[in-house]
């Protein structure tokens, strides 16, 4: 039995797709097809549903060489349209339309802004572009360029026969189209038309930002949070945009991104690990300062600067400057006093022929003061 692949949608970049998932809109990236083809890797044959009006070239492209090169039975059935960016991914094996079916080629298109000089690479990248396109379309209509040229230049609409008579299409089968080409056209009937067709890029960034700001993913890139934190956000998210979700769409935790994102969730895990290993070196760090230091600290100062109240050694060192000059000052105040009280101040020094030595002096005025204080207390 047949393995079924989608192409279904807008046409997008893979980083874009989770954001279309999120808001519920139908979409296909390159890595939606290259899944599909990895796992079934040519053991049994595929069969890929299409039904869009296009959107990213670039992905289109990338699609479109992935079938290309693709070592197996495969085949794409046009149910409902294959237009713009889709029409070429379309041309990339042997496919089939059903008979209500269309297929839309024309030019690609974009925007630019600038000077004559921006406005003339802009108008040579879209040449460049649509020649890429039509490469793609003389592989497998045999048209010539020139004809191509006009068909674009005019964006032609092909019905079924018309659209094998070209060339684009190898047969018509009889099925039921998924989606008529009224619901479609009433979905979204102007960037319907246009190969940038999707939720505006802009619009996507500001969705991005409002996501990763409410979600928690600022966690990851600050690198400040643990792990745990980051589980509690996933299992609790906060209220999207503070609005009900439609129905039909589904609310996504952070945990449902990670998932549908490996990349991102490598990267989550290796930053969460880089930060919970350079915390660790930081607090060993600080733990060996105040080692060096412990001799000249008490150990209640120690325990406390190591765990009660975390300091650094610097913080630890300023302390016990503070507190020893306290002690100092306390002590030299006591001195002081008790050098008044013993009425030391009131012994007059002898003069001698010899010199006396400072430190002697000192001692003998030491001993004075305590001999007049003794007889005093006697």
Partial sequence: MAK?????????QNDNKWIYDWIGWESTCPKDILDVLKEVNGTDDIIIEMNSGGGSVIAAHEIYTAILNYNGNIEIHVVGIAGSAASEILTACKNKITNVGVVMIHNCSS????????????SQMLQVINQSIRNAYKAKTGLSDEKLVELMDNTTWMSAEEAVEYGFVDEIIKAEPQCSISNVMNRRPIDFYNSSTG????TIEKLKNILLQEKGKNIIEKNKESENQIKNNADNPAPILNKTIPEGRKEMKLEDL???NPDAADELATKIEAAKNEGAAEERSRLQSIDNIASIVSEAM????KYEEPIN???LALQLATETATSGKKYFEAAVKDSNESNVNQVTATPTETDVDPDEALMNMAVQSANAKRKGAN
């Fill in 4 to 12: 079924t692949a989608y192409i279904k949608g807008d046409i997008i």
């Fill in 111 to 122: 925007s630019a802004s600038g000077d004559y000089r921006d406005m003339d690479s802009a």
């Fill in 199 to 202: 939720i505006p890029q802009d």
């Fill in 258 to 260: 990670l998932k549908e």
């Fill in 302 to 305: 120690l325990n406390k600067a």
């Fill in 313 to 315: 050694a610097a913080e």
